[in-house]
């Protein structure tokens, strides 16, 4: 199945790419690689805000780890002329999560990218990983993640 296909079957439209918020290109591509800037916690609604540890829990943050996914999906789309099946594989995310400095589940928070990743992707969404904690995120989302790809 297409990965086009498997996102509808899944109910996920993926939004236009979002626009940078400063000076910076949202993706670059060298070779085969692709590597996207991050995106931050947004929905149909807006931005995502919170800080876990303080007043936001980890469900509520692993939905918003979900949304900075689909962001990047929706990036690689646009940087593969939209068509998303030229995506070869997720290679590696960065997921930084807006937490108090005692707050230590911030794999939990990611896991709502990485597990959306595998449902949509399969093993193409299988990725190396890290997840860290950021004692503020810009406007004061709750998550950002970058993310590398492999594209044909």
């Given amino acids: 199945m297409s990965f086009a296909a498997?996102?509808?079957?899944?109910?996920?439209?993926?939004?236009?790419?979002?626009?940078?918020?400063?000076?910076?290109?949202?993706w670059v591509r060298t070779g085969d690689t692709l590597y996207v800037s991050g995106q931050i916690s947004a929905g149909p609604d807006g931005m995502i805000k919170g800080k876990l540890g303080d007043d936001m829990d980890v469900d509520a943050a692993a939905a918003a780890a979900r949304c900075c996914a689909i962001s990047l999906l929706a990036q690689v789309k646009a940087a593969c002329d939209g068509d998303i099946d030229r995506l070869e594989r997720v290679v590696k995310l960065t997921g930084f999560v807006n937490s108090t400095p005692d707050f230590g589940d911030q794999p939990k928070v990611i896991n709502g990218a990485s597990d959306f990743l595998v449902e949509a992707l399969g093993d193409a969404g299988r990725h190396a990983r890290s997840a860290v904690s950021a004692a503020s995120l810009p406007f004061g989302v709750a998550v950002e993640i970058e993310g590398i790809f492999q594209i044909r």
């Fill in 6 to 26: 498997r996102l509808a079957e899944l109910g996920v439209t993926l939004p236009d790419a979002p626009a940078p918020a400063a000076n910076y290109v949202p």
